[in-house]
């Protein structure tokens, strides 16, 4: 696994542009940057690594002998939400792609969607076995979605099984390892992810807010607004001592 720091300055938007930046204060927050990275640049280590978002959709609760349903993905943090066409209710695996695929074909999630990067785990269908919705291809880049299925007009609603999140989708979070990793920031409880809404109190200030500078403090929180979530960013902004 890489360093928070490496990875941060390999892969920022904001921080990558430091190092040619004339302006004294980035060039300071940069040049700060690298000589932590040369004392040791700590592990970028879960929970701030990306993680694919994985839902399973389980197996119908009912015998059915006939009915379609539909497949609702939401990508909460990019406005995107789309609802399949009818779904056969034994439809098997190559069927659910197809159509998860066509409903989100044109949409920009982190890029314009590429058929499969939203990947279906089928063996049999659904009146058999769970099947396994994974956001894990380049223009979804692990995100956090919301995944609901809803009868076609005739299919009992008892029947569909309500799908659950395995894995919670995020995405690397360097800029936040490192606030955490210097004691500028604790996580109250898990990182939040991609598409759910953080609150100040999911944070409080650490023991030692002031191991780092504070205009990279300033600077770190700067590219979680612009990498991972203004929300998030504006979360972190408003805990006491932050950043001064």
Same mark, same amino acid.
């Given at each position: 696994?890489?360093?928070?720091?490496?990875?941060?300055?390999?892969?920022?938007?904001?921080?990558?542009?430091?190092?040619?930046?004339?302006r004294?204060? *980035?060039r300071? #927050?940069?040049?700060?940057?690298?000589?932590?990275?040369?004392?040791?640049?700590?592990? *970028?280590?879960?929970?701030?690594?990306?993680?694919?978002?994985?839902?399973?959709?389980?197996?119908?609760? $009912?015998? !059915?002998? +006939?009915g379609?349903?539909?497949?609702? !993905?939401?990508?909460p943090?990019?406005?995107?939400?789309? &609802?399949?066409?009818?779904?056969?209710?034994?439809?098997?695996?190559?069927?659910?792609?197809?159509?998860?695929?066509?409903?989100?074909?044109?949409?920009?999630?982190?890029? &314009?969607?590429?058929?499969?990067?939203? $990947?279906?785990?089928?063996?049999?269908?659904?009146?058999?076995?769970?099947?396994?919705?994974?956001?894990?291809?380049?223009?979804?880049?692990?995100?956090?979605m919301?995944? /609901? #299925?809803?009868n076609a007009? @005739?299919?009992?609603? $008892?029947?569909?099984?309500?799908? =659950?999140?395995?894995t919670?989708? /995020?995405?690397?979070?360097?800029?936040?390892? !490192?606030?955490?990793?210097?004691?500028?920031?604790?996580?109250?409880?898990?990182? #939040?992810?991609?598409?759910?809404?953080?609150?100040?109190?999911?944070?409080? /200030?650490? $023991?030692?807010?002031?191991?780092? +500078?504070?205009?990279?403090?300033?600077?770190?929180? +700067?590219? =979680?607004?612009?990498?991972?979530n203004?929300?998030?960013?504006?979360? *972190?902004?408003? !805990?006491? @001592?932050?950043?001064?």
């Amino acid at each position: 696994m890489a360093g928070a720091i490496a990875t941060l300055l390999t892969t920022a938007k904001t921080i990558s542009k430091v190092a040619t930046d004339m302006r004294a204060n *980035l060039r300071h #927050t940069y040049n700060e940057l690298v000589a932590l990275q040369g004392l040791g640049d700590p592990t *970028l280590a879960a929970p701030y690594l990306k993680a694919s978002h994985v839902e399973t959709i389980p197996a119908h609760l $009912d015998t !059915i002998a +006939s009915g379609n349903f539909t497949v609702t !993905i939401n990508f909460p943090n990019y406005g995107v939400a789309v &609802t399949t066409g009818n779904i056969a209710f034994d439809a098997a695996e190559a069927a659910i792609q197809t159509a998860i695929d066509t409903a989100l074909d044109t949409q920009v999630i982190v890029a &314009t969607y590429n058929a499969g990067d939203v $990947d279906v785990a089928l063996t049999g269908n659904l009146t058999e076995n769970a099947a396994t919705i994974t956001a894990n291809g380049a223009t979804v880049n692990g995100a956090y979605m919301l995944v /609901t #299925t809803a009868n076609a007009g @005739d299919l009992d609603a $008892d029947e569909l099984a309500t799908p =659950v999140a395995a894995t919670v989708g /995020t995405m690397n979070r360097p800029a936040e390892a !490192i606030l955490a990793i210097y004691n500028c920031i604790t996580p109250a409880a898990a990182v #939040t992810p991609q598409g759910l809404t953080p609150a100040v109190a999911d944070y409080v /200030t650490g $023991d030692n807010p002031l191991s780092i +500078s504070p205009a990279l403090k300033a600077l770190l929180i +700067s590219e =979680v607004e612009a990498s991972e979530n203004a929300v998030l960013g504006a979360a *972190l902004r408003a !805990i006491p @001592d932050c950043v001064e």
